[in-house]
């Protein structure tokens, strides 16, 4: 596919995941496809990312699945970036693209099917998040966020994984680690808490190279 030249104010973000992040874009999109049958959705079914950049999640997607898509994202230069590679992929018809933070996106209530990000969910704030995502979500649909890598990964991609890892933690130390866990003890606990009861058939963590939370919304809620 061809690879489009990104603004310069994003241009070290757009390198760096064409180098380390493609492969993991096919392999989600296999391993959720396989997971959720997404390929049994209608066209009349709505498939939502948000937080997606140059939109290779949703077009590996669109790939296996005849749902529409919702594509949200805040930055105009990621949007515009998306807008192209759709174009190049032949699904812009297929795609209603948002410039907007997640937490104020303007999405129908209960018109999505299944909600999906990856990398973004700790640059949000969170629990404004996971409020979007139940209410967007239509009854029995499944939400599956956060920032790791897909669960069977090939050799030579472990090990390109393996090397940035290294280098990252001798540039700067591994500060993440403790944040991302920050993040998902506390998320866990939120939806727990204030949606399990009413709204949740279940809420868990998924260990994916990283982790994704998985949220499914009940079919039958007791308000």
């Given at each position: 596919m061809r690879l489009f030249e990104p603004h310069e104010s994003i241009a070290y973000f757009i390198n760096s995941s064409r180098k380390y992040f493609m492969k993991a874009y096919e392999v989600i999109s296999r391993e959720v496809n396989e997971w959720f049958s997404l390929s049994k959705l209608s066209s009349e079914d709505v498939i939502l990312e948000f937080?997606?950049?140059?939109?290779?999640?949703?077009?590996?997607?669109?790939?296996v699945s005849p749902a529409r898509f919702?594509?949200?994202?805040?930055?105009?230069?990621?949007?515009?970036?998306?807008?192209?590679?759709?174009?190049?992929?032949?699904?812009?018809?297929?795609?209603?693209?948002?410039?907007?933070?997640?937490?104020?996106?303007?999405?129908?209530d209960e018109s999505v099917s299944f909600i999906i990000a990856r990398g973004v969910i700790q640059f949000t704030d969170y629990r404004k998040v996971f409020d979007n995502i139940l209410k967007w979500l239509k009854p029995g649909g499944v939400a599956f966020v956060g920032w790791g890598l897909g669960k069977n990964l090939p050799d030579d991609y472990t090990e390109l994984l393996k090397q940035r890892?290294?280098?990252k933690a001798s540039e700067k130390g591994d500060k993440g680690a403790d944040k991302f866990g920050l993040?998902?003890?506390?998320?866990?606990?939120?939806?727990?808490?204030?949606?399990?009861?009413?709204?949740?058939?279940?809420?868990?963590?998924?260990?994916?190279?990283?982790?994704?939370?998985?949220?499914?919304?009940?079919?039958?809620?007791?308000?």
């Open positions: 937080g997606g950049g140059e939109g290779f999640l949703t077009i590996n997607l669109s790939s919702i594509f949200i994202e805040k930055n105009e230069h990621m949007i515009d970036l998306a807008r192209k590679n759709f174009d190049e992929a032949g699904i812009s018809s297929r795609v209603d693209l948002i410039l907007s933070e997640v937490e104020t996106a303007p999405v129908a890892k290294s280098r993040i998902q003890l506390e998320g866990y606990k939120y939806l727990l808490e204030n949606y399990f009861e009413k709204d949740l058939d279940y809420v868990k963590i998924n260990n994916m190279n990283g982790f994704f939370f998985e949220i499914r919304k009940a079919v039958f809620l007791c308000r």
